[in-house]
């Protein structure tokens, strides 16, 4: 849930680094910044004052192991992972004077792909997941700090797509009933395969069109993590 900070006025100014130390601190890593136009976000946030929007997430499997010790993890309650990371983001925002806000849930109040794209060097892929040049297709966002004031933040970077260098597209090869085309997915087909005995490997294993992917293969999710991952969308798409 959004919640709105106590006191703002009264808190330091935080700086971004102190935020980034913050977050990696406990089991997050930012995934980029950008300071919104005045009022861009007034419909979405009412009331709400964002000067600048930090987004905070998982690169490859570096943070796998902050959420799977975490009691979240292991209470066998359902959404684990988004319980998490609004119990950590929570704690985040309360501690910097800012507004926490989701990609999943009933709260739903941003449209993450747009900010992460104005946030840091991220590009559409052929399957619509967004590929970073480094991590590849192997990382994701948990939430975003909406705070009042402009903090200076780091020189913007920017890069091709790896996609456009990629004749093979292997992605889109690689899945066993076809699911994907450039920027659609076959969701109906998708859920079949992985409820069928052939979807093991993809269940097990992680989505093969996800893994044939050439890019950031070292920061590939572990086994566990990608069998979670996995679940939670097999049991999204059930719903």
């Given amino acids: 849930m959004m919640q709105m900070p106590d006191s703002i006025s009264a808190r330091p100014l935080a ?52 959420f799977r010790g975490s009691a979240e993890a292991r209470d066998k309650k359902a959404h684990p992972l988004d319980r998490w990371s609004r119990r950590i983001i929570g ?8 507004v926490d806000v989701y990609p999943q849930g009933e709260n739903l109040q941003l449209p993450f792909q747009r900010l992460a794209l104005r946030a840091e060097p991220v590009h559409r892929s052929p399957i619509g997941l967004l590929i970073h040049p480094t991590w590849g297709l192997w990382h994701a966002y948990r939430g975003a700090l909406v705070l009042p004031h402009r903090l200076e933040l780091p020189a913007e970077r920017s890069s091709n797509s790896p996609c456009s260098s990629c004749a093979a597209k292997p992605c889109l ?38 893994r044939a992917c050439p890019v950031g293969t070292r920061f590939r999710y572990t086994n566990e993590q990608m069998r979670f991952h996995m679940q939670a969308f097999m049991n999204a798409v059930s719903q």
Avoid: K, M
């Fill in 173 to 210: 090869s690689s899945c066993p009933v076809g699911a994907f085309r450039p920027g659609s997915l076959d969701l109906q087909a998708c859920s079949d395969h992985l409820q069928s005995a052939a979807g093991s490997a993809c269940r097990e294993g992680g989505c093969l069109a996800r």
């Fill in 15 to 66: 700086s971004f680094g102190a935020i980034g130390h913050r977050a990696n601190a406990v089991g997050l890593a930012v995934r980029g910044a950008f300071h919104p136009e005045p009022h861009e976000f007034e419909r979405q946030l009412p009331g709400v004052s964002a000067a600048t929007i930090i987004l905070l997430g998982f690169t490859g499997s570096q943070q796998w192991e902050y």
């Fill in 91 to 98: 704690s985040l925002a309360r501690e910097f004077g800012a």
